[in-house]
């Protein structure tokens, strides 16, 4: 257990080095980080000190606790800052817990006016989050030897991280890539017109796939076709597998099918809406295709950013993206939601289930990437699904009780499970925000996230006896 | 095919006799039943007659399309005097399908000056619908020595049928217990204040948990806690299954984990939103159970009458009752929707899932009924919510396309997928009707309850080319 607060302890720390590079960057703020550093660094390091050198390494079940553990910390040192500067208690917690989930889900409006400091806090909570889902994901539980959990399970499947070999080396290398995205979509945006400060702020949301921008209007307040274009790219860029572009520089191979999976879907969804957005409004070709490959890549890849009210295109493409909401990019990203992966699987096995119908004696084998599912591998991601559904209809249950619109509660519940960011109607939109919910809503809120960043199992199986007994 | 055909003639046959009766009841129709019937008996009789004696039984795929076919002939008839009357053909389709389907969902006004010969055809359409949908499911297809299907998969899980011994006994046996329950329902109704008429074909509308009223305000058109509370019980015992009825019967034994599992869950949500509507409202308490029992039951036995627009409580009761529409009653009873026993066996695999983390080692065995659930039960019961999910997805998104509003959008494909008949919403909630809608969608949803009573497989297996191949 000392490896769980030691691990949490150093990661307060890494945040309080950068609340003083924010206290140092933007002077109007500075009094606020600087003293968010102090109480963050002060406790972070009691916590690494203290337990330093007594721990004796990590069993199987504790990193459940390690995980779900560090997200909670982190949201809450990440709303200190923004609790000192104005916000109330819960709001930071908020907007922190959505940043670090990187949802994208904001409490705050006036965007426009409000100091860089805290802006650039936002959008370096979500590259931190970014980062942090793929190491944890990927790289941190191989190195500590445990494996077990669905989250892990499923990445594992994809077996690339062995081909790799050492996982220390195979973190390093996620991080170069994702250091590299960042500076390269940076360059992209500065050259396309961003300042220094937008460009910064952006890249950093665009390929955590986060989606918090620096203004109300969101992208839309860039209105250039080169800088949306970009940010088109890396949203996607940032929604593939980080391990398949250490496949592609060491070994070139590009084969892999949740990557061809996620390209193809988003090509004849963008088609489709495109075509439809045309011939119902009469939008230009070339704009119509800009504004949907927009607004879809940024829910399927659940950045949220938005440049336009796409639910004000009519009851259809509300539904559209309602449904857009449920998919998610590649597993090994920094996407959230149900991803690539699950539905192929899930989509093959319904099909294996026809096809068995008139030819049942024919033997049926699920593959993916070429190789079979296991049939746990097959198990993990059905109680996946059902988990997601009864966790949605709890949440989206609640909201209601709580007062929501049936609108609201459900898009809210869902937005937040799959790290999506913006929900559909009036009140949380593309062009609202979730300023107008009660205390209690957000809460709601807060855990949805958390428990659809952590993948639902890794949190669950926290509340079970057994855990306890056994961990 | 031969067999098909002649099932299909004697359907028509015997809804051209029930035509009759009604040209005979009631004269200010008579002749557009007689018409219907004279039609409806000449195409059964020919088709009966070129095909018999020439068939040598049904090969295993073939009850795939017997099943289909016969409720689509069965709605082309039902229409056809609904036609002939006044209506559209779209909408004449609509509504017998929503009559065979038991779904409940309308798309006429003014029903309270309806001619009587009309009203009672709907009643009459759902009576047969509801005892079709057993035969078929449980006794018919056994007889035929078929099964790897679905629907009959899950059904004879439970293995009930084959205690009872022949099959044939056993769909008489179903018979009398369905028409036992009518003309009990119809006395107690009658005892209550009901004319003669009106408690007839509100027996055969609740009994087979169909939802057809005689009244724009459904069963709020009586105002009398008894007779309310009389279409509880008999809306609930038409949910239960049948096999059971007979076991109860015969052999004495109450004990079934799916009618326990209904009760239960019916007894824990009526109060929890009767309390929740005293609390809010202030309605008095026996009123508030006798309002919320009346319009849960009707929803999660998937009937569809309402006494009152619950959907006005607030945003609660939406979310509550969209949930609701979900649930579905037991498996072998005249109830649609997904059914109890698929929700047991789906948690308890969740349920397994996450207590597997912590203890990865510990055999999990599912149980159901006392006994193992089989992999391929299982299988079943997984590939079952996955298509009913994909299905309900497409529906809704195509409901979206045609223009709907996503709130009618959403809850007219889950309403008619399940076959309960209300949606939520302005539209087509529990005070409003389909009638507003377009051809497209009405057809649309005259797909989903097809699709939806036949538990979608059925259906879908006919658009496999494999399927073409072997049958």
Chains 1, 2 share one sequence.
Not at 4 to 22: H, Q, S, T, W, Y
Not at 27 to 54: C, N, Q, R
Not at 226 to 247: D, E, K, N, S, T
Not at 424 to 452: E, H, Q, T
């Amino acid at each position: 257990m000392n490896f769980v607060v030691f691990v949490n302890g150093l990661i307060l720390l890494f945040m309080a080095a950068l609340m003083l590079l924010d206290a140092a960057l933007f002077p109007a703020t500075a009094g606020v980080f600087a003293t968010s550093a102090l109480i963050t660094g002060m406790v972070g390091g009691a916590l690494a000190l203290v337990t330093y050198g007594a721990f004796t390494g990590l069993r199987r079940l504790q990193t459940f606790l390690l995980t779900t553990s560090i997200w909670l910390t982190a949201a809450i040192a990440g709303a200190l800052p923004l609790y000192l500067w104005s916000m109330s208690p819960v709001d930071a917690l908020f907007e922190a817990t959505s940043g670090f989930t990187t949802t994208g889900s904001t409490v705050m409006t006036g965007l426009d006016d409000t100091p860089h400091g805290i802006l650039m806090w936002r959008a370096m909570m979500q590259m931190m989050g970014g980062i942090g889902f793929i190491v944890v994901g990927i790289a941190l539980l191989p190195i500590l030897k445990v494996g077990g959990m669905q989250l892990f399970r499923t990445e594992s499947s994809d077996k690339t991280d062995k081909e790799l070999g050492n996982a220390a080396r195979f973190a390093f290398g996620t991080l170069v890539v994702y250091a590299a995205l960042m500076a390269l979509c940076a360059m992209l945006y500065r050259i396309g017109g961003m300042s220094v400060f937008n460009a910064a702020a952006h890249a950093m949301t665009t390929v955590s796939t986060g989606g918090y921008s620096t203004s109300d209007s969101s992208f839309g307040q860039f209105d250039s076709a080169f800088l949306q274009w970009v940010a088109v790219v890396f949203m996607v860029m940032g929604a593939l597998p980080f391990a398949w572009y250490l496949r592609v520089l060491l070994r070139h191979r590009l084969r892999s099918e949740q990557v061809m999976a996620l390209l193809w879907t988003l090509a004849a969804v963008i088609a489709c809406i495109s075509l439809w957005l045309t011939l119902t409004t009469g939008t230009p070709v070339l704009d119509a295709l800009r504004l949907v490959a927009f607004n879809v890549v940024s829910v399927i890849t659940t950045t949220g950013y938005a440049t336009t009210d796409y639910t004000l295109w009519g009851p259809f493409a509300v539904a559209a993206f309602f449904m857009l909401t449920f998919a998610g990019g590649c597993t090994g990203s920094t996407s959230g939601g149900v991803k690539s992966m699950r539905w192929i699987i899930l989509l093959r096995a319904a099909h294996a289930e026809i096809r068995k119908i008139p030819l049942p004696n024919a033997v049926s084998t699920i593959r993916y990437e070429g190789r079979k599912v296991e049939d746990d591998v097959m198990s993990g991601v059905i109680s996946y699904f059902t988990i997601f559904a009864l966790t949605l209809a709890c949440l989206a249950f609640a909201l209601g009780l709580l007062g929501l619109d049936f609108q609201t509660a459900l898009s809210g519940a869902l937005t937040s499970l799959t790290n999506v960011g913006p929900g559909i109607g009036p009140v949380i939109g593309p062009a609202g925000s979730f300023a107008p919910l009660g205390d209690s809503a957000k809460l709601l809120l807060v855990a949805g996230m958390l428990l659809g960043r952590l993948e639902m199992l890794t949190v669950l199986v926290l509340l079970t006896p057994a855990f306890w007994r056994e961990v």
